[in-house]
């Protein structure tokens, strides 16, 4: 995002830090009705910056010019509310795929379709849709150990079905000696996400996209780490510096 205009930068800085609380909120240590509290409070403050007025909370206020600048869709802020607080309202627990497809399309969907805006691409929403649910899937993956210290399993129970695990206590899932079957579907799943992504190119052009296809790119390596780890520990490699500056150029130079 460094490399960003500074107007578009200082955008997403602004989106990012709205997020990066909002996600502190949920998987804060406070009571759940302390924390719906504060998620009610964005609300507020979402629908007070939709009216023209200055919103309370200090991180919707700083995306003041960029909401008015870019254009950027009030619901999609408010579905990144809605997201966090199925995270404050569950945990999710082997939720069912269409309770998973509506979290990724909330906390990562909306995001890539608030950041297309920022890139004044609101033309590329299909990309930034499948390529937000694609980034999701990847963190899951990632992330499944520590989510699991947490009383969290985003894997979708159809999918832990299919390969016959049948607790949900997510320690216990985590243990299951079917889990890297678990995740290599996951996985697979992930990747038709990355092609879906990949395929809107041809149609919409790669012109401002730049950023999100050097983030593309650093995640979807970030899955191939994982699985060529084979989902036999956590935490799994992850991509080096050198390689996510190798892929940050690629992008400034393909868009």
Not at 9 to 23: E, G, I, Q
Not at 37 to 47: D, P
Request: proline fraction near 7%.
């Amino acid at each position: 995002m460094r490399l960003l205009p500074r107007e578009r930068r200082m955008a997403m800085f602004a989106l990012y830090a709205c997020c990066r609380t909002l996600d502190d909120i949920a998987d804060g240590d406070a009571p759940a009705a302390e924390k719906r509290a504060r998620l009610a409070g964005f609300r507020t403050a979402i629908g007070a910056l939709a009216s023209g007025q200055r919103p309370i909370e200090p991180d919707v206020a700083a995306l003041a010019p960029a909401f008015t600048r870019f254009h950027l869709p009030q619901a999609e802020l408010e579905a990144i509310v809605d997201g966090m607080a199925m995270d404050v309202d569950g945990p999710l627990i082997a939720p069912p795929l269409a309770t998973l497809h509506l979290y990724c399309r909330r906390v990562a969907g909306a995001v890539g379709l608030l950041a297309v805006h920022v890139f004044e691409r609101p033309d590329a929403g299909a990309f930034a849709l499948a390529l937000g649910e694609a980034l999701q899937m990847t963190n899951i993956l990632r992330d499944i150990a520590e989510d699991a210290a947490e009383g969290r399993l985003y894997l979708p129970a159809e999918l832990l079905s299919e390969v016959g695990i049948r607790t949900r206590i997510p320690a216990a899932v985590l243990a299951d000696p079917a889990l890297p079957l678990a995740c290599e579907a996951f996985a697979t799943g992930a990747e038709a996400r990355f092609a879906a992504a990949a395929a809107e190119l041809p149609r919409i052009g790669r012109h401002g996209l730049w950023p999100a296809l050097a983030m593309g790119a650093t995640y979807r390596r970030q899955l191939h780490c994982l699985r060529a780890h084979g989902w036999r520990s956590w935490p799994a490699p992850r991509p080096g510096r050198l390689a996510k500056a190798w892929f940050a150029l690629t992008a400034v130079a393909s868009g």
